[in-house]
Every structure is written in structure tokens, then in C-alpha cells.
């Protein structure tokens, strides 16, 4: 099996006489479903994560300065309804992807088994 993505630096013996080998944080990730497995692990549900907090902070700052306008606090009870769907719906997927990667054996990777 090729490693084309694994890092590994191997120092020569040191004052113990044992080489040194550094590895890569790469190492590991062998295979297309391992870097997609990391990238959606680390990327994509994170900054998902970040989005939908921001936009609970926004629909809280409509629903202050609302003023009590009818229209304005319909917006922001919009927004946090809408994020928190959001934040449901980023859950769902989330397990059922995990799911799909446990029955398919397509977990593991970098950061192990999946559950």
C-alpha cells in the first residue's frame, strides 16, 4: 500500500544509538475516505457549527433592539428558529454519516474508530 499523503523523517542514531522517527500529521490517511473522513471532521462540521452560532447571536441582537416593532422581532425569532434547525439538521447528518462509515467499514483514519 503506497502512503503518498504520510510524512516520516527518520534521524539518524542519536546519543542513545536508536534512530529518531518523526511522523507527519498526516500519517495515517491512506486512502480518498480517510482524507474525506478528516475533512469533514475537522472542517466541514466545525465551521458549520460556528455559523450556526453566529447566526443564534444575530437573531438575539434583532430580537433586543427590536424595539418591540412586530417585524423586527418576527426576525430574529426567524433566525434562532431557523438556527436551530440548522443545528438539528447538522446533528442528523452528522450520526448518520458515522453510521453509514460504521456499517460500510469506511471509519477510522487519523482519529481512530468511530465510536
Do not use: C
Amino acid at each position: 500500500m503506497s502512503h503518498h499523503l504520510a510524512q516520516e523523517i527518520v534521524i539518524g542514531p542519536t546519543g542513545t544509538g536508536t534512530p529518531v522517527t518523526i511522523v507527519g500529521p498526516l500519517q495515517g490517511i491512506d486512502k480518498l475516505t480517510d482524507l474525506l473522513n478528516v475533512i469533514i471532521n475537522v472542517v466541514l462540521f466545525p465551521l458549520a457549527g460556528v455559523i450556526v452560532f453566529f447566526i443564534l447571536i444575530w437573531g438575539g441582537y434583532d430580537l433586543m433592539m427590536s424595539q418591540g416593532e412586530a417585524e423586527k422581532i418576527q426576525s430574529g425569532r426567524n433566525k434562532i428558529t431557523t438556527a436551530i434547525i440548522g443545528m438539528v439538521l447538522l446533528t442528523i447528518s452528522y450520526l448518520i454519516t458515522k453510521i453509514i462509515g460504521y456499517v460500510f467499514g469506511l471509519g477510522g483514519g487519523v482519529f481512530g474508530p468511530i465510536f
